[in-house]
């Protein structure tokens, strides 16, 4: 699973309609698009510090003004329950948002809820899409998830030669599973021709 925590903030105690404090200059943010990235980074800067909730608490706010980085985050933090009551449903929801304006990681993590029905019901139709997004911006983790939904055929029959591409793809980026899943490919003539030397190349890659 690619959606791992990296969450945390320090805990804000002003209320919502107050300007947030920069922690570095320890001046007041007005402009709102600076306000954004302001709260933002005062959450990266409690999460480093090891406030999660602090944390959350920054990128909530940060994340209803629209911006797509600390909905990521937030999204993580709901998805983990790391700084807040873990909750997929909600998880799924900020992910959406963030993955709706091209966020590429989130964009993978709404196709994981989909494919696992975390937050929301399972389908492998909408996972595929969504992973599609992000493999098709070069994220080798939605290429992995690609190469195994179409290698295992979990929308119908399996599909070695597409599996194989994706599989191919993220190996190439340095994917350790993937590598493996692609040796298994050239052993067996998966969507590949049959070649053992290549499996065992792919193999011995995996491995390091």
Same mark, same amino acid.
């Given at each position: ?9 320090? +805990? ?35 999460? *480093? ?7 959350? $608490? ?17 999204? %993580?933090? %709901?998805? *983990? ?5 873990? *909750?997929?449903?909600?998880? +799924? ?23 696992? @029905?975390?937050?929301?019901? %399972?389908? +492998?139709?909408? /996972? ?17 998830? %690609? ?16 599996? /194989? ?23 067996? @003539?998966? $969507? ?17």
């Amino acid at each position: 699973m690619r959606c791992i925590v990296i969450l945390s903030v320090l +805990f804000c105690a002003m209320p919502l309609a107050a300007y947030p404090l920069n922690l570095e200059t320890d001046t007041m943010v007005t402009d709102s698009t600076d306000t954004l990235d302001v709260l933002y980074n005062n959450g990266v800067e409690a999460c *480093n510090a090891g406030d999660y909730s602090g944390a959350v $608490g920054f990128w909530s706010q940060a994340a209803e003004g629209g911006h797509a980085e600390a909905q990521y985050d937030y999204a %993580l933090s %709901l998805f *983990n329950g790391t700084g807040v009551e873990q *909750n997929f449903s909600e998880a +799924f929801a900020w992910f959406m948002k963030a993955a709706e304006q091209k966020h590429v990681e989130a964009q993978f993590c709404v196709g994981y809820c989909y494919e696992n @029905g975390l937050g929301v019901e %399972l389908s +492998f139709d909408e /996972a595929e899409k969504w992973y599609t997004m992000a493999a098709g911006e070069g994220y080798a983790d939605a290429q992995l998830s %690609l190469g195994i939904i179409h290698y295992n055929g979990v929308m119908g029959e399996p599909d070695f030669a597409l599996a /194989a591409e994706w599989l191919k793809r993220a190996a190439e980026q340095g994917n350790p599973e993937a590598m493996c899943r692609l040796g298994v490919c050239y052993e067996n @003539g998966h $969507g590949v021709e049959k070649d053992e030397y290549k499996a065992a190349v792919w193999y011995k890659k995996g491995a390091e």
